[in-house]
């Protein structure tokens, strides 16, 4: 994946969250009748600047686009004619006030709900949730699970695919009690087990917890046949074909693609001896695994990939889809679920119950911009709701400089009968600076450990 092509998914992705963020400011302003002056895409220095509409609002162009703003005409910020006092943003009544400012945020909920409307009713691919076989001694194994089962339900909670596993079970873990999980087998045998979750740790939380848990989704038996070969790769090279069957390596057998990816993994740079059956054939190449580095650690690669049997890669596929108004319904209990489980997440790194490493700053979300494009049109759609989702959250916090912050003052001018005081805005906005620097802070070590440690 090219760095031009992740940049162009994560600015598309940004200049959409941030135009429909404030655009919910500015329609709500011009639908309470406020005079708004500038809408800003971006920070700094206006690149370009154009006037339109009947108040001559100006549409900017900023140097910066790591943000935006509306510019509303307000008394606190200049001189105000008195015929246009009664337009002035600082004039309105404070539930006035309170509408612009929550609309910002709403707006991106929203649209949070339209782009999962689209994929339910699109129908989003995703993998049974099918399980493997536990490891011993892991919560999964002490409650019985077996392998080849297929969850139904946790807590009471329909489950469709191996992603809403992961989601509902995340929910959960955090609350350290037993989940009730149902599961049913190829022969339409029902249990219910209790899956205890006390024995994970925040620093679990950080990687797959699923695994700790010994839950892990089932795999097909992949015998070692050739099915796909990169032109070029140390495979080809070798004189490798699709449909090779490799029968041993170093003269040890190999019975399992697992086997294969192992040796090779295990011997970058080193000459591996292949035993191959081809067409009644037994031929004997030798191949030398490239050396390449994959999270800090090098390992070999040969450029091929297992022959996969198809009829049962689409028996371990469904798909979720929903006529219009389900959808619209699954859609909103979406955003609603995101939303207050992101809540809960932020509450819990608070407290120290879940680890500020969760923490994720533009370098990751660019990098997840670029995966989930790649993907195809529907994961992109995901990931921009999902990003949606957390920007609203995030403003929503009561922070001053963000919008949660002006909802503050707003809450207390309603208890006080009267405006906060400027001295405690300025304050209030130091403070409100000194703590988005330290989450940016968070967010871009973060991201620079994840990039340094390949993670």
């Not at 024995?199 to 097909?220: C, I, M, Y």
């Amino acid at each position: 994946m090219s760095l031009l092509f992740t940049l162009a998914a994560f600015a598309l992705a940004l200049g959409i969250l941030i135009v429909v963020h404030e655009l919910g400011h500015y329609w709500v302003a011009r639908w309470c009748g406020v005079k708004v002056l500038r809408f800003s895409f971006g920070f700094g220095k206006p690149l370009t600047v154009w006037k339109s509409g009947r108040d001559g609002t100006e549409w900017a162009l900023a140097a910066f686009p790591l943000g935006g703003y509306v510019k509303m005409l307000d008394e606190r910020e200049g001189e105000v004619a008195a015929h246009e006092l009664p337009r002035a943003f600082n004039r309105q009544p404070v539930w006035r006030r309170i509408f612009i400012v929550v609309a910002g945020p709403a707006a991106n909920f929203l649209l949070a709900v339209v782009l999962y409307w689209v994929l339910f009713v699109s129908g989003v691919p995703g993998v049974k949730p099918m399980l493997g076989q536990p490891a011993s001694g892991t919560p999964a194994a002490v409650a019985g699970f077996l392998p080849g089962e297929i969850i139904a339900s946790i807590d009471g909670e329909t489950v469709a695919t191996w992603q809403d596993t992961r989601w509902l079970l995340l929910k959960r873990v955090m609350n350290r009690h037993g989940v009730k999980i149902e599961t049913h087998n190829d022969r339409g045998e029902i249990q219910l087990r209790i899956l205890e979750t006390a024995s994970l740790t925040a620093d679990d939380l950080d990687g797959d917890f699923l695994e700790k848990l010994g839950l892990t989704q089932f795999r097909p038996l992949l015998k070692p046949v050739i099915g796909k070969l990169v032109a070029g790769g140390a495979g080809e090279r070798a004189g490798m074909k699709l449909g090779d069957e490799i029968t041993a390596i170093n003269g040890k057998p190999v019975s399992r693609w697992e086997d294969l990816v192992e040796w090779v993994r295990d011997n970058p740079e080193h000459l591996l001896m292949f035993e191959v059956q081809r067409d009644r054939q037994r031929l004997i190449l030798e191949v030398t695994p490239v050396a390449a580095t994959e999270k800090n650690e090098t390992v070999g690669k040969i450029g091929a990939a297992p022959q996969f049997d198809m009829a049962l890669g689409k028996k371990l596929m469904t798909e979720v889809r929903y006529p219009p108004v389900r959808a619209l319904g699954a859609a909103l209990h979406k955003t609603w679920d995101t939303s207050v489980f992101s809540l809960n997440m932020l509450g819990r790194m608070v407290v120290g119950q879940v680890s500020l490493k969760n923490i994720s700053g533009p370098i990751t979300i660019a990098d997840y911009a670029g995966q989930s494009a790649q993907m195809g049109w529907l994961p992109y759609l995901s990931f921009l709701a999902l990003i949606s989702i957390s920007l609203g959250v995030l403003n929503l916090l009561p922070i001053p400089l963000l919008d949660g912050g002006h909802l503050l003052y707003y809450m207390a001018e309603i208890l006080k009968g009267s405006p906060v005081s400027e001295r405690v805005m300025e304050i209030g906005q130091q403070v409100g600076m000194a703590l988005l620097m330290v989450l940016m802070a968070f967010a871009f070590y973060n991201d620079i450990n994840r990039l340094l440690s390949g993670q």
